[in-house]
């Protein structure tokens, strides 16, 4: 049933056709990934360290792009602080509300 839902109205030789697509599609991207990762210098020296600085450098870019890249005008950060401001209001007023009054209003 689910292969009549993903194939619907493939002949079984048009399936077997893009399954073969799809694997020499995956091998050739599986070898040039195992390429690099074989050409990356200090294999000897460090290892599975050997690509930290790569891993730091992604990981600068992704807090970089969360600060800097705003979608409709709002970013994460913006987000993070709203969401932060608001809890400590309700914390607030709840303390100041007696608890289960401010939660049922």
Known sequence: MLRDNIFSGATD???TEK??????C?????????????????KKRFGHYRFLPLFFIFGAMLEFT????E????????TFKRRRAEEIVAEEL???LGGEQYLQN
Do not use: L
């Open 94 to 96: 709840k303390d100041k």
């Open 13 to 15: 030789a048009s399936i």
């Open 19 to 24: 399954v073969k697509c799809f694997r020499f």
């Open 71 to 78: 979608f409709r005008g709002v970013n994460f950060y913006k």
């Open 66 to 69: 969360m600060i800097k890249w």
């Open 26 to 42: 995956e091998n050739i991207t599986m070898h040039f990934i195992r390429e690099v990762v074989q050409k990356w210098p200090g």
